[in-house]
């Protein structure tokens, strides 16, 4: 026994050093799904902090159309989201994942393409603006293989400079690829 232990106590300590410079990945993602009132898709970046965590880069690009007083308003949000996420669940075999997270946007919103007048001859009240704010965030990721996934995503958007909607909920699926 007194031999196991020192031998125990160094494979444990090359363990947990080799383990301080492991590359923990980057990938890609995109997913295509429903917003309020339309449809959009979301690409992004992320960047693994650790085996738990990353810091996500997104577009997020919304086609959608508002009811105001009886007529629909075609409006257009173009948003950079920088956020950090965090695993809050992942199965034994590493197939499946779950995280949360949240983060900054800021955009573009832009209402009936620039136009002041809809098609009927109706004025639009609502002026294309930079769009600011926070979102918060889940995704679900189901492994098919070492370099790709299956991505459910789920966001809410607050952003308070909009004349269109202070809330805007975007849920999606697409694939995450997995660089190295």
Same mark, same amino acid.
């Given at each position: ?49 650790? $085996? ?41 075999? $590493? ?31 609502? $002026? ?47 694939? $995450?690829?997995?660089?190295?």
């Amino acid at each position: 026994m007194k031999r196991i232990l020192p031998l125990l106590f160094l494979f444990s300590f090359s363990f947990v050093s080799g383990q301080q410079y492991a590359n923990y990945s980057s990938s890609l993602e995109l997913t295509g799904g429903y917003t309020n009132d339309g449809y959009a898709i979301n690409g992004g970046f992320n960047y693994y902090l650790d $085996r738990y965590s990353y810091v996500q880069g997104a577009v997020y690009l919304s086609f959608a159309k508002n009811e105001q007083e009886g007529f629909e308003v075609p409006y257009n949000n173009f948003t950079l989201n920088v956020g950090y996420f965090r695993n809050v669940y992942g199965s034994l075999n $590493r197939k499946f994942y779950a995280a949360i997270g949240g983060g900054a946007v800021i955009g573009y919103e832009v209402v009936n393409n620039g136009n002041e007048e809809l098609e009927g001859g109706a004025i639009v009240d609502n $002026r294309s603006n930079l769009l600011y704010g926070a979102f918060i965030g889940a995704e679900i990721d189901i492994y098919l293989s070492e370099t790709f996934s299956f991505l459910i995503k789920a966001n809410e958007y607050y952003h308070p400079s909009s004349d269109l909607g202070t809330f805007t909920f975007y849920g999606g699926a697409g694939i $995450r690829y997995i660089l190295f």
